[in-house]
Structures are given as structure tokens and as C-alpha cells.
């Protein structure tokens, strides 16, 4: 069964300043996709970024980037010049790439605090 | 109205009441999916509507019971629950296809007293 790890359930991070969540997965699966959502205190979950594993190339939104290391199924989230907005639940994600599935597995979130 | 909908966004409810919960999708996708998100724990996929059929029932008790009259709407009809069912019921949609992503709406906080 796969399942999805975000080992820090607090990080705090100086507004302007770059914080980088941490996740990991397991899988025996080829093909997947992740993805990073954010939740803030509105409970409205939006999606961050998200990432092929067939793609080498890292993701990247914006201030908002991806260390993706496939062999050690590893997926951090990379957020540059922190602003307030960016306080909120973090979320990673896997879903495998398989048409008609689209069950997603989570893991247990991280709070992000952003420090004026 | 744009995205995910959900009404009620607050609930409050004894264990001998019958509610429903309601979403509503406006992006024109054809999944549509019932989470929930309790305290400290990951959130739980509990049903999957592929072209208004269920595709998953993720070993939800009888007691949650869901229903999709077309691809647009979805509910979750709720019966005689338990106090730990109180939680977070978060409804999504996407469109079927291996690269779509789910989009959320903004979530329906139950209390069951």
C-alpha cells in the first residue's frame, strides 16, 4: 500500500525568508504523480504544485518549487521570499498514474507559521 | 459561483438526526469524491463518483450514505452518526484522465453531539 510521510508537524519560517517541507513516500509504482496542497485557516484546500514522476525536471510555481529525488522517494516543497498569505497546512500527495484511479493518499500535514 | 461549493459550511447535529451535506462543482468535471479530515490524521478518501457511478466506497460505515444524481452534484446523506464522526467532510472533482488534478471545495465542519 502506498503511503505518504511528512515527518514535521511545525515549521516556522521569518516572512522574506526560504522554508522547505519535507516529504516522503512509499511506493512500488513507476508512474505517479504528487502534488502539495495548502490549506489555511479557511479549510479551503488548494493545490500548490504538483509533479510527474516521469519528469526529471524539478516543479516549479512561482516562489513555490520542488526537490523531487525519485530513487528516494523524496518530494520537498521549496517556498521562497515567505510571505503572511503563505501560513497555512501543508499537505503532500500521491496519486498513481492509472487511468480512472484517482484515489489521492495524503500525509499528515505540516503547519507552516510565518514570522513577521 | 466558480470551483467547489459545499453547503452547509457548519453542522451541528444529534446522534438520531438525519442531515444532508451538499456539493456542487462548476468546472465542468465529471469525478467528484467525499473526504474526510479528522484531528491529526491524514485525510481519509471515503467515496469516489466516476460519470455518476461509484467507483469506491472506501469501507465507509452505512450510516454515511452518498449519492450523485448527475456529474455536477454530489451528497452525503447522514443518519444516526457517532460523536467521532465529527470532522472535516471535504468534497473534490477532477477530471477523469491520469494527469487531472482534484480540486476542493471548502469543507462542511460537523459536530456530532
Known amino acids: 500500500a502506498q503511503t505518504v510521510t511528512q515527518s514535521q508537524p511545525e515549521m516556522s519560517v521569518q516572512e522574506a525568508e526560504t522554508v522547505t517541507l519535507s516529504c516522503t513516500y512509499d511506493?512500488?509504482?513507476?508512474?505517479?504523480?504528487l502534488f502539495w496542497y495548502k490549506q489555511p485557516p479557511s479549510r479551503q484546500m488548494i493545490l500548490v504544485i504538483r509533479?510527474?514522476?516521469?519528469?526529471?525536471q524539478n516543479a516549479t510555481e512561482n516562489r513555490f518549487s520542488v526537490n523531487f529525488q525519485k530513487a528516494a522517494k523524496s518530494f520537498s516543497l521549496k517556498i521562497s521570499d515567505s510571505q503572511l498569505g503563505d501560513a497555512a497546512m501543508y499537505f503532500c500527495?500521491?496519486?498513481?498514474?492509472?487511468?480512472?484511479?484517482?484515489?489521492?493518499?495524503f500525509g499528515t500535514g505540516t503547519r507552516l507559521t510565518i514570522i513577521p | 459561483e466558480t470551483g467547489v461549493t459545499q453547503t452547509p459550511r457548519h453542522l451541528v447535529m444529534g446522534m438520531t438526526n438525519k442531515k444532508s451535506l451538499k456539493c456542487e462543482q462548476h468546472?465542468?468535471?465529471?469525478?467528484m469524491y467525499w473526504y474526510k479530515q479528522s484531528a491529526k490524521k491524514p485525510l481519509e478518501l471515503m467515496f469516489v463518483?466516476?460519470?455518476?457511478?461509484?467507483?469506491e466506497n472506501n469501507s465507509v460505515p452505512s450510516r454515511f450514505s452518498p449519492e450523485c444524481p448527475n456529474s455536477s452534484h454530489l451528497f452525503l446523506h447522514l443518519h444516526t452518526l457517532q460523536p467521532e464522526d465529527s470532522a472535516l467532510y471535504l468534497c473534490?472533482?477532477?477530471?477523469?484522465?491520469?494527469?487531472?488534478?482534484?480540486?476542493f471545495g471548502p469543507g462542511t465542519r460537523l459536530l456530532v453531539l
Open positions: 473534490a472533482s477532477s477530471q477523469i484522465g491520469a494527469q487531472e488534478t482534484q480540486y
Open positions: 511506493t512500488s509504482e513507476s508512474d505517479y504523480y
Open positions: 509533479q510527474e514522476a516521469y519528469k526529471q
Open positions: 500527495a500521491y496519486r498513481i498514474s492509472n487511468f480512472g484511479n484517482e484515489k489521492l493518499t
Open positions: 468546472l465542468g468535471h465529471n469525478a
Open positions: 463518483y466516476n460519470f455518476k457511478e461509484q467507483t
